[in-house]
Each structure stands twice: as C-alpha cells, then as structure tokens.
T-cell receptor
Framework: GIQVEQSPPDLILQEGANSTLRCNFSDSVNNLQWFHQNPWGQLINLFYIPSGTKQNGRLSATTVATERYSLLYISSSQTTDSGVYFCAVEQAAGNKLTFGGGTRVLVKP | GAVVSQHPSWVICKSGTSVKIECRSLDFQATTMFWYRQFPKQSLMLMATSNEGSKATYEQGVEKDKFLINHASLTLSTLTVTSAHPEDSSFYIC???????????FGPGTRLTVT
C-alpha cells in the first residue's frame, strides 16, 4: 500500500516563529488532507489540497502532486497551534485515508 | 456544516463485556463511514469501512467478530467491541464525508478503557 511519511516528527517553536511541515507519499493520490489534532483528540480539517496552494489565515499549504509531497506552513505561531498535525492521502475517490505518522508541535510562550 | 458526533466520549468497562460506540453525521447523509483506532502517541489506523445497508469491509488484521459494525441508516454507524480485553483500550474515531464532497470529517473520538 501507499506509504506516507511526515517530517519532522517533533517540533518545538517559540511563539511567533514560522515553521514548515512536510508530507511525502509514495504513489499518486486523488486526495490529500491536512488535519490538526487538538489535545482532546478532535481532528480539525485544515486543508483539502490534492494539488496547488491554499491559504487560511496564518496557515497555508502547497501540494506538488507530480513530486509526491505536500508542505504545511505555520506563520507567527501561537500556543494554540500546539498539537499533532497529520497529513492523510486517498488513492481512489470515496476510498479510505492513509495517515502519516504526524508531526507533534509544541509552541512555547 | 459537516459535523460528525460520537457517543459516548469515554467509557470504562470490565474485561469480558461488550461496548457499543455510535457515530452520527448530524447535518448530512453518509453512505460510507470509517472507523479508526489510535493508540497513545501514534497515528490513526483504519479498522474498517462501514457501508449503509451492507456488510462492513475490515482491514487486514482486524477481527470482524470482535469489532462488529452496523450501518443501519444514512446517518448512523455503530461499532461494538465484543468481549473486550485490556488490549482493546484505545481511542476510537469515526469519519464520514458528505455527498459531492471530497473531504472527510471526523468525530471527536471515544476513549475506551477496559479494566
């Protein structure tokens, strides 16, 4: 099956810093989503981004499907950005998502 | 829109008993829902795909007789953990996607502890 790798596994940031999270996948995909899992376990949808670039406030994401990677940018980080960020890919429409291992982010005040 | 709920949020049960977890799509219909399991500090692992009106499809290594899935309506899927053991203790999360949407939306999860 498809392999999804995220880097770095852990990230410690000072409040206000910028960061880039990476997601590599081993095969072509129909769908790619980024999620933030908050401390209570809820997955929050950040981006649906099978290709191209999107921005939402301080977050933005870029997927280069031909090179099989996606990047999530966090700018001016805040303590509320702490948590685990997952990318997940879908290989066929309506099919299951395969998750990467996640990046655990801690933003210190 | 696209809200998924789960009930209960957490449950503690004794070894050997069964526990039912509900997953509901509150503002959309879902012919397909998914059940995941997450162990502490690990990623989500898909357990099964729940299809309305038909049998669930289980991932390799998941015991279908232990994790019973019923998708009785377009807004409700249930996961029953039968004869639970301490190793079944985990965080169980469901997801669904609305018709004509390519995004999956996740429930808040159910934390199961088996004593």
């Amino acid at each position: 099956g498809i392999q999804v790798e995220q880097s770095p596994p852990d990230l410690i940031l000072q409040e206000g810093a910028n960061s880039t999270l990476r997601c590599n996948f081993s095969d072509s995909v129909n769908n790619l989503q980024w999620f933030h899992q908050n401390p209570w376990g809820q997955l929050i949808n950040l981006f649906y981004i099978p290709s191209g670039t999107k921005q939402n406030g301080r977050l933005s994401a870029t997927t280069v499907a031909t090179e099989r990677y996606s990047l999530l940018y966090i700018s001016s980080s805040q303590t509320t950005d702490s948590g685990v960020y997952f990318c997940a890919v879908e290989q066929a429409a309506g099919n299951k998502l395969t998750f990467g291992g996640g990046t655990r982010v801690l933003v210190k005040p | 829109g696209a809200v998924v709920s789960q009930h209960p949020s957490w449950v503690i049960c004794k070894s050997g008993t069964s526990v039912k977890i509900e997953c509901r799509s509150l503002d959309f219909q879902a012919t397909t829902m998914f059940w995941y399991r997450q162990f502490p500090k690990q990623s989500l692992m898909l357990m099964a795909t729940s299809n309305e009106g038909s049998k669930a499809t289980y991932e390799q290594g998941v015991e279908k007789d232990k994790f019973l899935i019923n998708h009785a309506s377009l807004t409700l899927s249930t996961l029953t953990v039968t004869s639970a053991h301490p190793e079944d203790s985990s965080f169980y999360i469901c997801s669904a996607f609305p018709t004509r949407s390519y995004e999956q939306y996740f429930g808040p999860g159910t934390r199961l502890t088996v004593t």
